[in-house]
């Protein structure tokens, strides 16, 4: 697929005339597909080259890959849908769901005294993480690990007045689900995310106040705290009748490097009645 813009207008600096060509263009061999995108435009002086493949995934069999600027999803508490420059990976054996990430999550952003930036300085943040599930007939479990930090000689020139400050995160996640019978279904997940909010602070921490199993990822002092994040569903269905109810709580400050924005500090309980008629094709829920 393509798609083409112009745009005319009467700018000082550049040509009056812009336009953008971008598509879709997937190459497949046997089992193997190599999809990605592009885009090329007339206004080339602020890319390194006109020419630019935003993304590729190349597949084959029961693996898939990303790479170049991509996006990919854990859980809404872990890695949440952020692009970031670098690779991911997808393996797909069986019953299992294997997936990993590694690169930049956030690209350096310098001090420039013209414009006087500092609200949007911004430290070279890496990352990476993995993800491994496994689902058979209606039960599975999925655990998830992810580690951030921002590289803290990024950025050669800090104003005295900038709040910016180096971070590292380390986030765990158990996700469950399983079944009661062939009525009941049930879900649950918990998140743990201990956040060093400033690295350049020399106080060590207790690491007998996290989890041993995480010590030796995480880079703390007395800046670093721990949230948490649950949430817990159960659903009953009975022929065209079904009811649900799920819990939620986020707390307060809940962050994670590997997102762009959380919801945090709420707890909520959501109740889901639904019934279907007519065979199905016409179903009516409510949420309270």
């Not at 693996?63 to 809404?76: E, N, R, T, Y």
């Amino acid at each position: 697929s393509a798609n083409s813009n112009q745009v005319y207008g009467k700018p000082l600096s550049r040509d009056p005339f812009a336009w953008v060509v971008g598509g879709n263009v997937t190459f497949s061999l046997l089992d193997f597909s190599m999809p990605f995108t592009f885009s090329y435009t007339n206004q080339g002086g602020s890319f390194t080259q006109p020419f630019n493949i935003t993304a590729l995934h190349p597949t084959y069999k029961k693996v898939k890959a990303h790479v170049g600027i991509v996006s990919m999803s854990f859980s809404p508490y872990t890695l949440a849908g952020l692009n970031f420059a670098g690779g991911g990976l997808e393996y797909t054996p069986g019953k299992w769901k294997i997936q990993g990430f590694g690169g930049r999550l956030k690209k350096q952003v310098a001090f420039i005294p013209e414009i006087n930036n500092i609200e949007t300085m911004a430290y070279r943040r890496w990352g990476g993480g993995i993800s491994i599930g496994y689902e058979d007939k209606g039960y599975g479990a999925t655990f998830i690990l992810l580690k951030a930090a921002d590289q803290r000689t990024s950025l050669s020139t800090i104003p005295n007045s900038a709040t910016i400050t180096p971070m590292d995160n380390i986030v765990a996640s158990l996700a469950l689900k399983g079944k009661i019978g062939k009525s009941v279904s049930m879900t649950a997940e918990y998140a743990s995310s201990i956040l060093t909010r400033n690295t350049e602070l020399t106080e060590q921490i207790d690491r007998k106040t996290y989890a041993k199993t995480m010590s030796p990822l995480v880079n703390g002092n007395q800046s670093t705290i721990a949230f948490g994040a649950f949430n817990g569903s159960i659903n009953y269905q009975y022929k065209v009748f079904s009811v649900g109810a799920k819990y939620e709580r986020i707390d307060p400050g809940y962050t994670t490097l590997g997102g762009m924005y959380f919801n945090n500090d709420l707890e909520n309980i959501t109740l889901t009645p639904a019934i279907a008629l007519f065979k199905g094709k016409l179903d009516r829920k409510s949420v309270v």
